[in-house]
């Protein structure tokens, strides 16, 4: 990089920064709150992650997910955790089909929690909003065909459904979370295809049946919905307020929202395809710490002070334990993968070192 170059901008740069408008009226949409009422609500809560070693002709990776669980009050219990290590085949959307894959393993120890302990809410990392999304990408499955690869996996859908259910959870049964990898394909891009299915299976299950128990925490957020007008995200706009409390929520699945992003409407609507339909979803800010960030919640039922109270109290500063703990506990790191190669055996060069 040219810094002589990036020197000569800084004042120019400096001044589109203090250019932003963000004095938008955030105050009629938050409610201030000191989160005083907890009860003994039990929450779980889990995060997944995947790294890999690409070879020349194969790609090594390793995916985990870990979960805990915490009552209110009680100290922190590890729960279910799961590890595979493996090569990928077809050697085709690897990233793609490993991120897929780590969602499942996350979707099927969400699962596990809810059919083995006695838990009032699961805490996904991330956004439901951002779970519904993955249903309707397809690009990695019928390459620059949309319509093809939609009605392809609704037809799959409509005819294996049961069949990957069954599988799914004869493997969470015995306290496995793989995938159900060993149906006959007929070809490459079929597997694929069943890769991307059985997420949706999963998804399907989680929301018809526990969907009021399901909540999304997310650091981050890009959506301008309550401040449509502005040129930056929601949560920019709320981070100016000072003090603990929660937004009032807006609702993603209300048709008022096609006015302001098709894409959201898109993707909520989407998995009516597969059996569900989305009654209400919800869209809020919070900050629980008055020296914390906020964060950005998102539920299928109206949260009030009763449950930030709750969440409140397995947070530390101003953030859920059991999310933190489990980030912390299932992140694989690059030498984690190459201690992999090793113990396997693997010692030939990766398609990087190659061309050094």
Known sequence: MDFSYLLSKKNKIRKKIESIDRKFDSGKYWIPQNFENPSDCVFAGGDGSFNKLNYIDYCLYSIGAVSYINKVGEKIEKSISYWDTDIILPYKYVPDRLRLYMMNMELKTALWNFMNKDIDYYLFDGSIYSLLIQTHTYGTVIENNKNSSESSIVDYYNEYCNEIKDRIFENIGENR????????????????????????????????????????????????????????????????????????????????????????????????????????????FVRLDGSSGMLNITSFSKLNNDFFSNLNEISVGGYPYILKKSHE??????????????????????????IL
Request: proline share 2%.
């Open 329 to 354: 506990t299932v992140k694989i790191g690059d030498k984690d993968m190459e201690l992999c190669a090793k113990l396997l055996g693997i010692y030939c060069k990766t398609d990087r070192d190659i």
């Open 177 to 284: 979370l793989i995938p159900t990898n060993d149906l006959n394909y007929k070809s490459n891009e079929e597997r694929i295809l069943f890769e991307q299915l059985e997420y949706i299976v999963l998804l399907t299950e989680l929301l018809q049946n526990y969907d009021k128990k399901i909540i999304g925490v997310s650091k981050t957020s890009k959506m301008n919905l309550y401040f449509k007008e502005a040129n930056i995200p929601d949560i920019a706009i709320f981070s100016k307020i000072k003090g603990t409390g929660y937004s009032k929520p807006l609702d993603l699945s209300d048709k008022k929202i096609k006015d302001i992003n098709k894409n959201i409407y898109y993707t909520i609507n989407h998995i009516k395809h597969f059996g569900y339909d989305i009654g209400k979803l919800y869209y809020q």
